[in-house]
């Protein structure tokens, strides 16, 4: 379904404030890793706001995701303190890890063993 002007607009604004409020929180490292807001997507009716996540170097994404999501209530805090003027009702935030990265590295292992093997066989034909 084509998003609407109203929430791209809307998941504009949140997704630069929630990056503020991840830095001034400590969220960008989490459990000896990177944490960044890879993209921020609001639901039709503007009441869910879906917050993808990128994972660098973290051990475990799920304790990860679940030590964010222990303090969402905070973030929703903050986010309305900045925004809250601004939009009728604050959405519910939920969080998601956005694993797009690891697929863009599995593929590139692919091709390169791909590769290897097709340079195996014109060297051994």
Same mark, same amino acid.
């Given at each position: 379904?084509?998003?609407?002007?109203?929430?791209?607009?809307?998941?504009?604004?949140?997704?630069?404030?929630?990056?503020?409020?991840?830095?001034?929180?400590?969220?960008?490292?989490?459990?000896?890793?990177?944490?960044?807001?890879?993209?921020?997507?609001?639901?039709?009716?503007? =009441?869910?706001?879906? @917050?993808?996540?990128? *994972?660098?170097? &973290?051990?475990?994404?799920?304790?990860?995701?679940? $030590? /964010?999501? #222990?303090?969402?209530?905070?973030?929703?805090?903050?986010?309305?303190?900045?925004?809250?003027?601004?939009?009728?009702?604050?959405?519910? =935030?939920?969080?998601? @890890?956005?694993?797009? *990265?690891?697929? &863009?590295?599995?593929?590139?292992?692919?091709?390169? $063993? /791909?590769? #290897?093997?097709?340079?195996?066989?014109?060297?051994?034909?």
């Amino acid at each position: 379904m084509q998003e609407g002007k109203r929430q791209k607009q809307v998941a504009g604004l949140l997704n630069e404030e929630l990056n503020g409020i991840f830095q001034r929180l400590g969220l960008t490292m989490v459990n000896g890793g990177m944490v960044s807001i890879v993209s921020v997507k609001m639901t039709p009716d503007l =009441l869910e706001c879906r @917050i993808y996540l990128s *994972l660098f170097q &973290v051990g475990d994404a799920k304790a990860a995701l679940a $030590k /964010i999501e #222990e303090r969402a209530w905070e973030i929703k805090k903050e986010l309305t303190t900045k925004v809250g003027k601004q939009l009728r009702r604050m959405p519910e =935030l939920r969080f998601y @890890i956005d694993d797009t *990265l690891d697929h &863009v590295f599995k593929m590139e292992d692919v091709f390169k $063993k /791909i590769n #290897e093997e097709k340079k195996g066989e014109e060297g051994a034909g």
